[in-house]
């Protein structure tokens, strides 16, 4: 099992940047596929980003290519989000999500075991 805890969050005017963080607790955060979702007011949880095991492939949703990057680092228990040129339609709740039985990573909430409480990201126009 494992534990996750997302901050990073914050208010941002558009055009702006944030850098979210999800911390695992347990040694075996490695053997993960990790990934991020937002979740919007009245709106369906949707895959922002995910990478493998090993921080070799990642997979982008269509809101967020060009503009998000997904990273990790194993030695850390750590996934990050960098988002770049925010948009007031970026507003929500980000979260981030851990898949124990895959090895590709999965754009479907359903696919994945352990997720953090999510931090909240609000861009100003």
């Known amino acids: 099992q494992v534990q996750l805890v997302e901050s990073g969050g914050g208010l941002v005017q558009a055009g702006g940047s944030l850098r979210l963080s999800c911390a695992a607790s347990?040694?075996?955060?490695?053997?993960?596929?990790m990934g991020w979702f937002r979740q919007a007011p009245g709106k369906e949880r949707e895959f922002v980003a995910g990478i493998n095991r090993g921080g070799t492939g990642t997979r982008y949703g269509d809101s967020a290519k060009g503009r998000f990057t997904i990273s990790r680092d194993n030695a850390k228990n750590t996934v990050y989000l960098q988002l770049n040129s925010l948009e007031p339609e970026d507003t929500a709740v980000y979260y981030c999500?851990?898949?124990?039985?895959?090895?590709?990573?999965?754009?479907?909430?359903?696919?994945?075991?352990?997720w953090g409480q999510g931090t909240q990201v609000t861009v100003s126009s």
């Open positions: 347990g040694r075996t955060f490695s053997s993960y596929v």
């Open positions: 999500a851990a898949e124990q039985n895959n090895i590709l990573v999965s754009t479907r909430p359903l696919s994945y075991d352990y």
